[in-house]
């Protein structure tokens, strides 16, 4: 390396050399393996359905990409199209699409709560929501994980102290890391007390819970603003915003990330719509991986584990960093895609495996892969 360049990037090298030291360090691999590690949790991604529909697009015309923003010429029927089914489907005034999950939330909480507002943070949403309330104009307040009482004192603790604008309460639907659910009903009983909006990530959820796939907040009206991940269970890619027709215009006016940002690909909106309707004709899909997760979740507790969730993400909680990397490569080595989950992205001292259900695999897999797990960690209970 050039010695001039090496100087400018010591303290990035020095950086990666502490994560190092802490078992942290991370690198990109290939994708090998039975999977245990997607979000693919429907087994979208490679469905016939979703490559006919692609294809039908390109041969009918649909460009491949928008070519601007949406407010330019980025605006496409497909994007419209899209929108529109999004909000029959889900129930709600309008839909609103983005390019992914991640720009979604930081920018629902860079446009929406505004100077003077309060955000309330459960403790464990994900990296993007941290940021968006880091980002965003509203003071903000993290509370500890599905405790809805103790968002409830933050509320009345922000007002007591004279805090008389907008609340905005932030929570998962699904926890992505600990496979664990919402008291969604009591977060939206307070937020109706305190005329709060609840914004809900139902990332991990949508396709996988409630009616045809609509989501864990599928039952609940009122407070709502839910953003639904197309990465995951719709197995293709970007966001949908579902709130009022107000909200959506305005953050058609003034969410940046929205404004100054090459609208998605049509084919996306084309891929996410025909998503959205096998969930509709296909809810066999929905229900072959209930079964699985139930399979499953009984195969642990006949082998005397612990089931660690009642959902498609099975947290298995090693707690040091290089142990849960050790065993995570052991048994990638016996041919299984399980991946180590360490700090920061999970706290410190629970180091995990993520194991990720979904109909990519079978119960066949299921009984192979916990049986090297139990050879691998010495049948040791959690």
């Known amino acids: 390396m050039n010695t001039i360049i090496a100087g400018k990037v010591t303290s990035y090298a020095a950086g990666l050399d502490a994560l190092k030291r802490e078992n942290r360090l991370q690198s990109l691999r290939p994708r090998t393996g039975i999977d245990f590690s997607s979000n693919d949790y429907l087994a979208l991604a490679s469905a016939p359905r979703m490559k006919k529909a692609i294809v039908t697009a390109l041969e009918a015309g649909t460009s491949i990409r928008a070519g601007g923003s949406r407010l330019l010429r980025g605006n496409c029927e497909e994007h419209e199209c899209l929108e529109a089914a999004a909000a029959r489907f889900f129930g709600a005034q309008t839909a609103l699409f983005f390019g992914g999950g991640y720009v979604a939330k930081v920018a629902v909480l860079t446009t929406l709560p505004q100077r003077d507002d309060l955000l309330v943070l459960d403790s464990l949403v994900h990296a993007s929501i941290h940021e968006g309330a880091r980002a965003g104009r509203a003071a903000f307040r993290i509370t500890a994980h599905n405790r ?30 600990d496979g664990d659910f919402a008291p969604l009903e009591d977060l939206l009983a307070i937020a109706d007390r305190h005329d709060a909006f609840l914004v809900v990530d139902e990332a991990h959820a949508t396709g996988v819970y409630g009616e045809q796939g609509r989501g864990l907040t599928g039952p609940f009206e009122g407070h709502l603003l839910v953003i639904h991940t197309c990465g995951k269970a719709l197995g ?17 006016n003034r969410c940046r990330p929205f404004i100054f940002a090459t609208a998605p690909s049509p084919l996306m909106a084309v891929a996410v719509r025909e998503a959205l309707l096998i969930l509709q004709e296909e809810p066999e899909r ?16 006949a082998r005397g584990e612990r089931s660690p969730s009642n959902s498609q993400i099975l947290p298995y909680i090693v707690g040091e960093n290089a142990r849960a ?44 892969m916990l049986d090297a797990l139990a050879e691998e960690t010495g049948g040791e209970s959690r």
Not at 345 to 368: M, Q, Y
């Open 148 to 177: 809805p009482q103790f968002i409830e004192s933050a509320i009345c603790d922000w007002r007591a102290a004279g805090g008389a604008r907008q609340v905005w309460i932030v929570v998962e639907s699904l926890y992505s890391m």
């Open 236 to 252: 293709a890619a970007g966001a949908l915003v579902t709130a009022s027709g107000v909200l959506r215009d305005f953050m058609i």
């Open 286 to 301: 929905q229900q072959r991986l209930a079964k699985l997760v139930a399979f499953t979740h009984q195969e642990m507790v």
């Open 325 to 368: 990397m050790r065993l995570a490569s052991a048994l990638q080595a016996r041919g299984f895609d399980i991946r180590g989950i360490r700090p920061t992205t999970v706290p410190t001292g629970t180091a995990r495996l993520r194991i990720s259900l979904t109909l990519n695999v079978g119960e066949d897999e299921v009984r192979a």
